[in-house]
């Protein structure tokens, strides 16, 4: 892709017709280099309204044990009643937060905005034992539960017949979904009718491993105590009487120590580096069936561009890899208007697959 477009493409064709009238990314001022791009979201925070009506959902996963997962809902005033009708078949944008993220995280209130009157029903998933559902779920989760994801699509394809679902991922929710799509290609899941028509995913992680080392880098110092924070503040409401857990979580000094501490014993990994190896998405990219859309800034403070550069990324033209010049970490906050860039290229994606592209077939 022309570099005056200001992106480039490491995968798929610069040619194919879905390009044409993507925006141009061109950072705006002030937020100017990566950093500024990664902190716009905490220093400005998004509208607070949204539009449409807002329900709350309750997803049971597969166990008992595991509880439910919370999702919030932004619907269509009309597409809210055919639901209550029991008529239609409006498409759902499935969007999956980031470490310590939750509904309420600003990059996905902006995403939301962005489908404003485009006819779909958004809805904003709370992983294991993150925001709301924290009060209704085991947590914690992790980069490659891809299990829960897997039970979210069963149950919007039980409970939303004939509503195909497209879902994007942020950082490590993108991330899950790339694993997924990996997973689902080589034949290890099986969805039927219930897989995604299309997958998305902004400033993901590919390699668990480089993306712990990247963020734990002293110039990530500030990024890192405030992940860190939000993680042990998530984790404080899962068992607040559960002593062990409590006196676990106060010993935790890093993200690779509360990989090594937390995650790793509640979901069956030896340590921080058998979770990492064994749930990274970069293992099976090349086993991508589904049509995906991959956005990464080339000045990502968290994520190495080189994995990006190094992953063996399908032919076919299914998988469009598209790195910006600039754009931090999910932040694209551009020139081409108030949303994000990563807002107009994906809402661009999802109208292009529901006007007519059949089940698992790319529009690129």
């Given at each position: ?27 705006r001022w002030p937020w100017i280099g990566g950093d500024l791009q990664t902190l ?154 219930a897989h995604p028509l299309a997958i998305m995913s902004i400033s993901a992680p ?159």
């Amino acid at each position: 892709m022309n570099s005056g477009r200001g992106f480039r493409l490491l995968a798929g064709s610069p040619h194919a017709p879905f390009w044409a009238d993507v925006p141009d990314f061109q950072p705006r001022w002030p937020w100017i280099g990566g950093d500024l791009q990664t902190l716009r979201n905490r220093l400005v925070a998004p509208p607070k309204a949204l539009w449409g009506v807002e329900r709350r959902l309750l997803i049971p996963l597969r166990s008992p044990s595991f509880g439910a997962l919370s999702a919030l809902s932004n619907a269509p005033f009309d597409l809210a009643k055919a639901k209550q009708e029991k008529l239609g078949a409006s498409p759902i944008v499935l969007m999956v937060h980031g470490l310590g993220g939750c509904e309420d995280s600003a990059y996905l209130r902006l995403a939301t905005l962005g489908f404003e009157g485009c006819g779909v029903e958004v809805i904003r998933l709370n992983l294991r034992g993150a925001g709301p559902s924290a009060a209704s779920s085991s947590g914690p989760y992790h980069g490659g539960l891809t299990d829960d994801l897997c039970d979210v699509l069963a149950w919007l394809h039980a409970e939303r017949p004939g509503q195909p679902v497209l879902a994007i991922g942020f950082s490590l929710g993108g991330h899950m979904l790339l694993r997924l799509a990996g997973q689902l290609g080589a034949g290890e899941i099986e969805l039927e009718a219930a897989h995604p028509l299309a997958i998305m995913s902004i400033s993901a992680p590919l390699d668990l491993a480089a993306a712990g080392a990247r963020i734990a880098a002293p110039r990530n110092r500030i990024y890192h105590q405030a992940l860190l924070r939000w993680m042990k503040r998530d984790g404080a409401q899962w068992a607040p009487s559960d002593d062990d857990l409590q006196m676990r979580l106060r010993a935790v000094a890093s993200i690779r120590d509360f990989d090594d501490r937390i995650v790793a014993p509640a979901h069956g990994f030896r340590n921080a580096d058998d979770y990492y190896y064994r749930a990274s998405a970069a293992h099976g990219l090349s086993r991508i069936r589904l049509p995906v859309l991959a956005l990464h800034g080339d000045d990502d403070p968290w994520i190495p561009l080189d994995a990006y550069q190094a992953a063996d990324w399908p032919d076919g033209g299914h998988v469009q890899v598209a790195i910006s010049r600039g754009g931090g970490h999910v932040g694209f906050h551009g020139r081409q208007g108030i949303l994000p860039w990563y807002v107009m290229v994906t809402r661009k994606c999802v109208l292009a697959h529901i006007s007519g592209a059949r089940p698992g077939m790319a529009v690129f």
